[in-house]
């Protein structure tokens, strides 16, 4: 088997610097990234939940109004002499019992929705703090080529405005 190529060790005291620095950028990159995808994922789950409230507030609403046209329609087309009020009062019974549920699922959907939009807020959050990290790390990239202190600082400017970024989305 062939010898592997030796890995050439930085020498300059300056270049290892960078090089920690670019690492320890990548690390915060890869946890704010997490978060935000993290995020985006809880952000399409709490849509959908949403969605799927809307959807049953939906239905609640048609069978409602399908009991009261149907106590309504008992109530006019009822043959004279025939008592029908017990069926009729049950359908405006269950016509009410509908809209209560509504209500009910009116709150879970808005919360579902608010939630969605927080989870949202986050990734967008964490994409604009990977994308200061990521430009960082080019930065300090560059750095290393030219040798110039000036882009290591420019880099870790970056750098430092995506931690804080990503904190905060931490904090959301």
Known sequence: MADAPEIPEASDPFAKRV??????LAVAL??????????????????NEASNQWAY?????IKGQLAQIHADLLAQLAPAGADLTKDSGRLRAEALRYGEEKEEIKKKAEEAQKEAGKQSQVNDRC???SLLLQI???????AILSR??????????????????????FLM
Do not use: E, H
């Open 127 to 129: 994409d604009l703090a």
């Open 30 to 47: 890869s946890v704010i990234s997490n978060r935000g995808d993290n995020a985006k994922t809880d952000a399409i789950i709490k849509t």
């Open 136 to 142: 960082g790390v080019v930065v300090c990239s560059v």
């Open 19 to 24: 090089a920690i620095s670019i690492a320890m």
């Open 57 to 61: 507030y939906q239905a609640k609403s």
């Open 148 to 169: 110039w202190q000036m882009f290591w600082f420019a880099g870790l400017a970056l750098g430092a405005a995506g931690v804080a970024f990503g904190v905060t989305a």
